[in-house]
């Protein structure tokens, strides 16, 4: 079965901090998400990605973060000068198409101290 | 109201029993309706999806309400490896394409 794969599976870093989170969505989807869930709390959507661009982003997906796909497999989140509340395990998702359901990364889970 | 809210639980549940639960959601103009599985510390997993005519996989069945705006999701015969937090997951409408999901309802099937 394809799989979204995501790396590192886990990272510390001190806080201000760049970090770059790393994704390979399934091949021949179209649609990239990034998702955050802190810990003890619901899955919060970042940002969507479709068509080399930015289709969507959150409130929280301010200047602090951003979003690459270098080049045709990798899909990148990177989050600038790092919070201690930036904690939380990261999850990318490919799609198909807008109306199918989401294949999640096991996800990133980042700690800042 | 919140615009997709789930019982936390959790749902105690023995093993063989049947378990149904609920998502309201409050933006009208949904369009595509899921159920995920998030087992601790790990990624979703895309269960099922929901259809307006409900639908069916297995031991679980999941329904829409588009009036009173919910969906459900049943479980019958419960598994101790059914133990999970169940997601409820939306898109489309106001909310845009994006999927939002709920907090979760916490299942426990014990035996």
């Known amino acids: 079965e394809p799989e979204v794969t995501q790396t590192p599976s886990h990272q510390v870093t001190q806080m201000g901090q760049e970090v770059i989170l790393r994704c390979v969505p399934i091949?021949?989807?179209?649609?990239f998400y990034w998702y955050r869930q802190i810990l003890g709390q619901k899955v919060e959507f970042l940002v969507s990605?479709?068509?080399?661009?930015?289709?969507?982003k959150s409130e929280i997906f301010d200047d602090q973060f951003s979003v690459e796909r270098p080049d045709g497999s990798n899909f990148t989140l990177k989050i600038r000068s790092t919070k201690l509340e930036d904690s939380a395990m990261y999850f990318c998702?490919?799609?198909?198409?807008?109306?199918?359901?989401?294949?999640f990364g096991s996800g990133t889970r980042l700690t800042v101290v | 109201r919140k615009e997709v809210e789930q019982d936390p639980g959790p749902f105690n549940v023995p093993e063989g029993a049947t378990v149904a639960f609920n998502c309201t959601y409050s933006?009208?103009?949904?369009?595509?309706f899921f159920w995920y599985r998030q087992d601790c510390r790990k990624e979703p997993k895309l269960l099922m999806s929901?259809?307006?005519s409900g639908n069916e996989d297995g031991r679980f069945t999941a329904q829409l309400n588009r009036a009173s705006q919910y969906i459900s999701l049943l479980i019958r015969d419960s598994k101790l490896s059914d133990s999970a937090t169940y997601l409820c997951?939306?898109?489309?409408?106001?909310?845009?394409?994006?999927?939002?999901f709920g907090g979760g309802t916490r299942v426990l099937v014990k035996p």
């Open positions: 998702a490919s799609s198909p198409g807008q109306d199918y359901g989401y294949t």
């Open positions: 091949s021949n989807h179209l649609y």
């Open positions: 990605f479709y068509n080399n661009e930015i289709s969507e």
């Open positions: 933006n009208s103009a949904s369009q595509s």
């Open positions: 929901v259809y307006s």
């Open positions: 997951a939306l898109s489309g409408g106001a909310a845009g394409n994006k999927l939002t």
